[in-house]
């Protein structure tokens, strides 16, 4: 089983930058492709971006160029850099364990608690 924790979220404005971090528990960590999801109010959870094992990314169309994915096997973390940032940003972020491939992923697991980012304008 798998646990995750994700933290780093706060309020910010419009053009800052925030470093989100997802913690996990477990030994596995390391095999498994991560992935970052958002939810604003009133709307369905979106993709943001995801990282395979091997450290292959992929990022949604919404933030490419702005974002980073990056994981650290060693302290079993999955962070995310987010820069730029603009009031549309603003969600709950959540990670999860990606089944499949993270090009064409087959589901989700295991969701975090979720931080919540606000970006003011």
């Known amino acids: 089983q798998v646990q995750l924790v994700e933290s780093g ?12 971090s997802c913690a996990a528990s477990g030994r596995a960590f390391s ?6 999801f958002r939810q604003a109010p009133g709307k369905e959870r979106e993709f ?26 060693g302290k079993n973390t999955v962070a995310l850099q987010m820069n730029s ?3 549309e940003d603003t969600a709950v972020y959540y990670c999860a364990v990606v089944r499949g491939s993270i090009w064409s992923p087959t589901g989700y697991d295991y ?7 606000t970006v003011a304008s």
């Open 9 to 20: 979220g706060g309020l910010v404005q419009a053009g800052d930058s925030l470093r989100l």
């Open 48 to 73: 943001v971006a995801a990282i395979s094992w091997s450290t292959s990314t992929r990022f949604a169309d919404s933030v490419k160029g702005r974002f980073t994915i990056s994981r650290d096997n």
């Open 31 to 36: 095999t498994y492709n991560m992935g970052w």
């Open 111 to 117: 969701w975090g608690q979720g931080t919540q980012v």
């Open 85 to 87: 940032l603009k009031p």
